[in-house]
């Protein structure tokens, strides 16, 4: 929602990685193993990707960075290129633990296009198929009961220390995650000042 309503490019890193994974190559077969865990990619790997992307042509104008940096070193890495980049606002989604859960549990993610859908808060029209493009819906392996636990302890240890990293930068904006997309959208647009 925020990138067309801002015309910059959404780039997530977990979706680069599970293509990676998808076209069987080097990166995505050692990522495989430890996505499916919930565990964190090396830092220097996810640095190095996202120093390629955001060289592309459409991050001239700003970018949105989803899921990364995820870990202090991320971060400085990140810094370390901010030289050559526009000015960055860290936004932290602030959404109760147990909310939290509900949403990983209940989320199906379109194979193709990888647009999310919640099984009841947000279900696509027919069951498991993808209202935008017809493809499959299916459940992340990191999705699943345990792995979300996992990854809540890896979010507690290696990324939210970040919220004091981006704090003392005075770049940190907080956002009240919980309640409909709808709402989340316009307190994040009225928190980054960005409203049309
Ligand atoms: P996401 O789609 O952002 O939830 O990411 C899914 C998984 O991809 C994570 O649980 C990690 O295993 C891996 N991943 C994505 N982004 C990063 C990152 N910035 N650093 C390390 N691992 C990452």
């Keep these: ?31 495989k193993g430890l996505m499916d865990k919930g565990q964190l990619v090396p830092d220097d790997v996810m640095v190095g990707i996202v120093r390629d992307r955001l060289g ?12 990364f ?12 290129l901010q030289g050559q980049l526009p000015a960055l606002l860290a936004v932290s ?9 509900k949403r990983l549990g209940q989320r199906r993610t379109c194979r193709s296009c990888k647009a999310m859908y919640h099984r009841t808060l947000n279900p ?3 069951e498991d198929v993808c209202d935008s493009c017809g493809s499959e819906l299916y459940q992340r392996e990191d999705d699943k009961k345990d792995v979300i636990q996992a990854r809540l302890e890896v979010y507690q240890r290696e990324t939210e220390p970040l919220l004091g990293f981006y704090r003392e ?7 009240d995650g ?19």
């Design 93 to 101: 989604l602030n959404v109760p633990l147990d909310e939290v859960v």
């Design 124 to 126: 696509p029209k027919v």
């Design 1 to 31: 929602m925020l990138s067309k309503q801002l015309s910059i490019p959404h780039i997530s890193t977990g979706d680069i990685l599970r293509d990676e994974v998808q076209g069987g190559s080097e990166l995505g077969i050692k990522a």
């Design 169 to 175: 930068r005075d770049a940190l904006v907080e956002v």
């Design 69 to 80: 940096p995820r870990s202090l070193p991320q971060a400085s890495g990140l810094e370390k």
């Design 56 to 67: 592309g042509p459409d991050c001239i104008d700003g970018f949105i960075l989803d899921g």
């Design 178 to 196: 919980d309640g409909t997309a709808k709402d989340v959208f316009q307190r994040l647009v009225s928190g980054l000042e960005v409203g049309s």
